[in-house]
């Protein structure tokens, strides 16, 4: 499975309806199920962003379902970024002419 590094920041309608996230968390991560894709950890964080997402999935494609689902929402804007462990960097690099 690929990780992938989501980045979440509230929308106006998110933050109004704020004390529905846990609610919210929970069918995200059942969604996430539904499309084969696993919601391994998610931390709220101070910043320019208001959480960050660890997200196991098959591939770009389900990634980018995940991300689509859960930004149709309305109650968040996403980046996600794909992220490359220790080993497969090594793997990366070794494969470098």
């Not at 109004?16 to 391994?40: H, S, V």
Request: a positive charge; charged letters at 25%; proline letters at 3%.
């Amino acid at each position: 499975m690929a990780t992938y590094i989501t980045l979440l920041r509230y929308t106006q309608q998110g933050i109004t309806t704020i004390k529905e996230a846990p609610k919210r968390i929970d069918a995200a991560r059942k969604a996430y199920q539904a499309l084969g894709a696993e919601l391994k950890a998610l931390y709220l964080v101070m910043g320019r962003y208001d959480f960050v997402a660890l997200v196991e999935a098959p591939d770009d494609t389900t990634a980018a379902k995940a991300a689509l689902a859960l930004g149709s929402r309305g109650n968040v804007s996403s980046e996600t970024l794909r992220a490359f462990s220790e080993d497969e960097f090594r793997n990366i690099v070794g494969g470098l002419p």
